[in-house]
């Protein structure tokens, strides 16, 4: 059976989450992948049922595993006669006094530049931990938690970006020690190192830290389960430029939300760490025999998110170890259920380095980067593309950044002029992710309006909903109440809106599963403040789903950015569906490639095909209306509504923690404030047109011009 018990096909009518699915989200050990849809408030609030994990729950578990056949595995050259049989043991002591150490990678698919591996390979880092300060035996571990592959929506395009992320991982570890891989194991880790800690003798767990709200939770209970086993934990953070937490704490605990205070705060911690080198070497694992039979490791029991681009049988969960033929292996797609992907952007540390590489082989565009200057409409991307390597940690950021530092340098001392500053150059973007890790770490719900105290509140379309209980329904249902939110969302999500702009990147971004930041830009504000009046959680999802880079900090992040809930307030500058990106390419390249029934209008109509006459369109063999969409909406009217209907929810104020939102008469208020200023779909019409002819067109162009004075 596939996947044990669960309920083998998606669950489209509104359901709120078993209680074993909404619990998931709370109990989940899960991996870089994961997407939070709707459970990261959750997990926010199980911190402290984390902290409280009672003992008996976990007897309860360790009373089931007991008595289970053994079976030995047939890893490449890693049987328990070559590699020590296993001792069983639950002291921080192995019965020889050396260290036996699980090295649990999850966010961090690399081999340099890892400040946690390198502390995990450090004999020394033992003699403090009750070993005698050697390493006895050394596992690079991988959990793959059948939770978060049935319960969070991924594409394929990440799922396959990671299993090749792990795949090369798995042979940089056989390049050091040809004994050594990334031992792969299917279940919920939480029990898998329950097991591995019984069966494999472990006294140590290493683990890069992470700060955002989902792995606080696991990590805590993590911690309570090692305490219980009786083995240390080494965390190290590693992930960002400077540890969130740290960062938090300086700021007196509060979130970070500009990146002048970020700077200000960081800038007395000291530099930048250094990049740490890869390791020499790599010590031997010790015994991979386990005890394997069908129950407590982890089967899920919940509604398949996934099921939708599941297209074959998934046999993934069968084993603990995987197929026998090749125990301990990374899964293929083919095993997850899953089609191939469509991107043409491949995992690894290679493919990082390379794009690392390419980037700091052009001295002078990594001293002149700018951001605001870099073109969305590019077919070969204008920006770094080191996204999807920085989230999988297939790159680290310090190499990144004082990678780019050693470059300038070079360059300076041979003459070089002209460096772009922060926000705008290359250390800007770094910071900007590290600000978002620093808001989101510190921001109850920050994913979410609802209780998400510096979110403020809009009264969008489409937002979440939630039971009498607080609790949200997963999937959301249908709002029948607003068909047009609906429809305005479905031909967003799927690139059929009729503006090409919006239409080629959305395609772009569901084909490759990345898009350059002013197209997100663009179809972000589109979507919210800029036209649909639809809330930003529901791009939200559709990026957690589609994203390769997906962070659960900078996206949320920067859809709050977008749509002017929080960090950004310019609600009024909004981005022209066919004047932006007329600014960086006239031709329409990227509308082209990605909407080819429009392929042969000429320039200049690419942006506006339903602007071009009969004639045109039938020469182009693209009648509007027919072979591709006729514009869903007046772009300037609906910019104007939206307009007026977010400077009424400026002006009442409320925020997502606020009492009206959380008893939900927040709604009420504002729509009255509406009526009040003629901010109504009726009402709005005849003034807009009139206010359209005296601002004239442009707006967020003419900004931009400014901004960058
Ligand atoms: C609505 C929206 C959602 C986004 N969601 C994500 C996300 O889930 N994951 C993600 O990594 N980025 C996200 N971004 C930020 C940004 O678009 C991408 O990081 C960037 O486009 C990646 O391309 P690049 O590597 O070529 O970037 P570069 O411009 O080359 O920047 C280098 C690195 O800096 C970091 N970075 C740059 N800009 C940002 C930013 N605004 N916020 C956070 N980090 C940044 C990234 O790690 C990036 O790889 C989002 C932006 C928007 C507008």
Known sequence: MPRGKSSGSAKREPVSPPAEAKKAGADAVGDATRSPLKNVSAWKDELEVAENTSESDVHDKKQKTGGAPRVQSKGKGKSAASAGAAKPCSSSMSSSGGARVLYWHRTDLRLTDSPALTRALDPSTYSDHGSDGTIEAFWPIWCFDPTYVYSTRVGVNRWSFLLESMRDLS????????????????GRPELIIRRLVRDWGVTHLAFEKDSNAYSKV?????????????????????????????????????PIMTLHQWQSVTSKMGDVPDPLPKPESIPDPGSTDLDEHGEEWGQYAGVDLNAEIRTGNDTCFEHLTGPSSEPFSVPTMGQLGFADP????????????????????????????????????????????????????????????WGCKRVIADWEKKGGRGETKEPENMFGQLQFRDMYACAEAAVPHFERVRGNSVCKYVDWALSNVYDDHGVEIIPRPTDRSNPKAEEYFEAWREGRTGFPWIDACMRQLKYEGWIHHLARHSVACFLTRGQCYISWERGMEVFDEWLIDWDPASNPGNWLWLSCSAFFSQYFRVYGLVSWPQKTDKTGALVRKYCPELKNFPDKYIYAPHTAPQAVQEKAGCIIGQDYPFPMLDEHAAKDLCIARIKDAYHLNLHGDSPEVINGTAEDKLKALHEESGATEDMHHEEGKKK??????????????????
């Open 218 to 254: 696991r990590d805590q209970k993590i911690k309570a389960l090692a305490e219980e086993l009786g083995i240390q934990v080494i965390d190290t953070p590693g992930r960002h430029l400077y540890d969130p937490d740290e960062v938090i704490k300086q700021h007196k605990g509060k």
């Open 171 to 186: 042979e940089r570890y056989e390049e050091l020690n040809e004994k050594q891989k990334l031992w792969v194991l299917r």
């Open 342 to 401: 469509t991107t043409t952007i491949h995992g690894g540390t290679i493919e990082a380095h390379k794009r690392l590489d390419l980037f700091l082989s052009t001295p002078e565009k990594v001293a002149k980067f700018s951001k605001p200057n870099s073109a969305p409409t590019s077919l070969e991307p204008s920006t770094t593309l080191l996204s999807p390597y920085i989230k999988f940690g297939c790159v680290g950021v310090r190499e990144t950044w």
């Open 692 to 709: 359209r002819k005296r601002s004239g067109e442009g707006a967020m162009d003419k900004f931009v011009k400014r901004e960058k004075k």
